[in-house]
Each structure stands twice: as C-alpha cells, then as structure tokens.
C-alpha cells in the first residue's frame, strides 16, 4: 500500500498569502521526512527535510512540522511568490535501517497567483 | 546546486526490445538509485546500487532489469525486454551517504520512456 500520503493535490493561493501542505505516514519506523519541490520537467530538489528527534525545523519562509504521534507532517510557505508554482512532493524513509530508500507522495500541485 | 544528467529525457521503444537509461550522477556521490513513477501515481524506489552492488530493490525491479555503472562512469538501468507496464519516467539520484548526515538525494529530471 501506499505508504505516504498528500491530501489536497491541487491548489491555489495569492501572491503572499500562507499555505499548508499535508502528508500522512503509516510506516511507525520512518525517521526522515522531506519536502521536495518539482517545476515541470526538471529534477525534484530538496525544499527542507527534518529527522524525528525535532518537531518543527525553519528555513527562511518554509517550515516543516512534525507531528509522529500523529503520523502527519506538513510545509508552511508564508509571503508566497509567483515563483512558488511547482509541484510539492513528500517523503520520508527510514534513514537508520534501510538507508535512503524514500517513500513518496503523489504530490500537490501549488498555484501562486500574483 | 549539485546536478545529476539523465540521458536521454524521453525513449520510445518497441515492447520486446532493450533499452538502457542512463544516468551521470553527481561526482563524489557514491550511492545510487533508480526510480519509477507512473503517469499519476507517485515515485516509488526501484534499486540502490553502492560500490559495484545492488544493496537493495523493490517487488517493481522485476528480473529484466539490470543496473550497473562501469568504470565508474553513468549509472545505467537496463530494461530486457521491455513490455508495456513499464511505460513510466525513471528517476535517477545519487547521495554522499546512506542515511544520517549527507544522505540528501539529489535527482534528475527523468527519461520518459514509452513502450508501444
């Protein structure tokens, strides 16, 4: 089954406007969560990610909140901008057992409208 | 940033037939993967290959796949024969480390491959 999921695959939100992404797990032993950020036909790259022994980690206008009793972890983005519009994937894996095996969402598609 | 090349960014293929994607991973990285998203679905982990070796793959890497990466050049995914469900896009990525520190993959943008 999968093992990673995003709700809301697709929306929109005005220039600087805040949003949330969300991703529910059900694997217990997933210790690395991440944020992937995708523009069509290009290469995923790492927004943020954070290990399991923190709750929330920030970077700028991206945040990362953990929730493990709750299995769920979502992405802040405040003051949006054009150049937020892409394709938000989230993952998590196990990093201390099987390593960088990462499972994946089916990923959101964020529209920021100016 | 870091970039890994995947070449080419779309194959078309006879169902039967090989094809090999190929991948020029970041230089230093020694660990690698492969990939595999369905149009819709989301991408799910193929194969992980360090120093030679598959380490470990999914029930998706079926027997008529293959990896390698000779003389430490591209890291190739060796598909024979094809057949029609495995018309996806295959990801490519490299890490520094397995796990812990350093481990962020870093991926390229995909070869679409269509099995008619």
């Known amino acids: 089954g999968q093992q990673v999921k995003q709700s809301s695959p697709s929306l929109t939100v005005q220039e600087g406007g805040i949003l949330i992404l969300n991703c529910d797990y059900e694997?217990?032993?997933?210790?690395?969560f991440a944020w992937y950020k995708k523009y069509p036909d290009n290469s995923p790259t790492l927004l943020i990610s954070?290990?399991?022994?923190?709750d929330k980690r920030e970077d700028g206008r991206f945040t990362v909140f953990l929730n493990k009793s709750g299995k769920h972890f979502s992405l802040h983005i405040t003051a949006s901008q054009p150049e937020d519009t892409a394709v938000y994937l989230c993952a998590a894996g196990d990093q201390q057992g099987t390593g960088s095996k990462l499972s994946f969402g089916k990923g959101a598609k964020l529209t920021v409208s100016p | 940033g870091p970039k890994v090349l995947q070449i080419p960014s779309h194959q078309i293929i006879d169902m039967g037939q090989m094809v090999t994607l190929n991948c020029d991973p970041v230089?230093?990285?020694?660990?690698f993967y492969w990939y595999k998203q369905i149009l819709g679905q989301q991408m799910e982990f193929l194969v992980n290959?360090?120093?030679?070796?598959?380490?470990?793959k999914s029930k998706l890497f079926k027997d008529q796949f293959s990896v390698e990466r000779p003389d430490g050049s591209y890291f190739t995914l060796k598909i024979q024969p094809t057949a029609l469900e495995d018309s996806a896009v295959y990801f490519c990525?490299?890490?520094?480390?397995?796990?812990?520190?350093?481990?962020?993959?870093?991926f390229g943008a995909g070869t679409r491959l269509s099995v008619l």
């Open positions: 694997n217990d032993m997933f210790d690395y």
């Open positions: 230089s230093n990285h020694l660990y």
């Open positions: 990525a490299s890490s520094l480390r397995l796990g812990g520190e350093q481990n962020t993959l870093y």
């Open positions: 290959f360090y120093n030679g070796k598959v380490m470990e």
């Open positions: 954070v290990r399991s022994n923190v």
